[in-house]
């Protein structure tokens, strides 16, 4: 069940940021996810106590390619995100757990 749930952490320097100041990491977590699911999934595989999650949902951009045979219009698919804040004496050591 974890491994459906997060798809992949999110490594970015704000979020690396985060990280350092405040105790937060950043998910990429399936669309039909909700907090009760992320935060059992996280705490089965990192093992860790969690504070608080906030999610958001990025829309899709929409992108252009043009051809010989003309333009094309298409959107990029919506991500959902989750923003976990940690108890101040966990920590996620997200490289060491890398798969």
Known sequence: MPKTI?????????ITNLQEEKNQ?????AMDANKIDIMNAIQKK???????????VRKGKQRTQFTKKGRFTGFKSDRKR????????SK????????
């Open 6 to 14: 997060l798809l992949k952490p999110i490594i970015t320097e704000k």
């Open 82 to 89: 989750a923003i976990v804040t940690l108890n101040k004496d």
């Open 46 to 56: 990192f093992n860790v106590k969690i504070e608080s999650i906030r999610t958001v």
């Open 92 to 99: 996620i050591d997200l490289f060491e757990t890398a798969v």
């Open 25 to 29: 990491y950043a998910f990429e977590v």
